[in-house]
């Protein structure tokens, strides 16, 4: 049933997808889920090297790359996938989807849970990196090429380097199921108008105390 699901939801998420059958023929990112769940199966029962090659045949095969330890939920929607990095303490809850170039790494500093944790329903947008054990919480949407370096709320959306929170309460619209990535707002833009306001208003009121001399 979990796999038929996975294929399923690709379908209905994917435009392009005509039917059930050329997800499971043609798309590597359904492919890279099969081979993840024999490599995870593997992992847990600790025959690591097998694991490992299982993981890294898919890797060629498909340009993902899933460490074997990874835990992923339901209905994971990959998205042309090239580039993805999934590392060994990464969590994906149900209901996700990732587009291509995303990372979910670790910062070189950590030991343990090294990896991020994603709740359910999350999108994380084209070219975007998550790194360390920082937590996303449901309903979260990261904008393309995005760094995300701290835990984020829920319901929320994140975009910039690094990233912030621009937009809370995405409860409505289900970012899994919202693919429109255009709608976000430039958390620079935004900083830069603030900045732009408030020089003006320092230049009023200087100009207000010291005004220029009259001939």
């Known amino acids: 049933m979990g796999l038929w699901e996975d294929a399923k939801n690709i379908r209905d998420k994917d435009p392009a997808a ?9 798309y590597p990112g359904f492919h890279v889920l099969v081979t993840h769940k024999i490599a995870h199966f593997l992992y847990r029962h600790k025959w690591f090297f097998c694991a490992r090659l299982i993981s890294q045949l898919a890797r060629h095969l498909t340009g993902i790359e899933i460490h074997p330890g990874a835990k992923i939920g339901r209905k994971l929607f990959i998205d042309h996938g090239m580039g993805i ?6 969590e994906i809850g149900d209901n996700c989807t990732i587009y291509h170039g995303v990372t979910l790494g670790g910062t070189g500093k950590d030991t343990g849970k090294r990896h991020p944790t994603l709740g359910n329903n999350v999108l994380i947008g084209a070219g975007a990196k998550v790194l360390g054990p920082v937590f996303i919480g449901d309903n979260v949407r990261v904008g393309a090429g995005s760094v995300v370096l701290n835990n984020l709320p829920a319901n929320c959306t994140a975009v910039g380097v ?54």
Do not use: H, W, Y
């Open 162 to 215: 690094p990233a912030e929170v621009v937009r809370i309460n995405n409860a409505k619209v289900c970012p899994a199921d919202d693919l429109d990535q255009q709608d976000l707002p430039d958390a620079t833009s935004q900083r830069i108008a603030t900045l732009e306001a408030r020089l003006s208003k320092l230049e009023a009121k200087v100009q207000g105390e010291f005004p220029p001399d009259v001939k």
């Open 18 to 26: 005509r039917n059930v059958a050329e997800v499971i023929i043609l």
């Open 85 to 90: 990095v999934f590392g060994e303490t990464t």
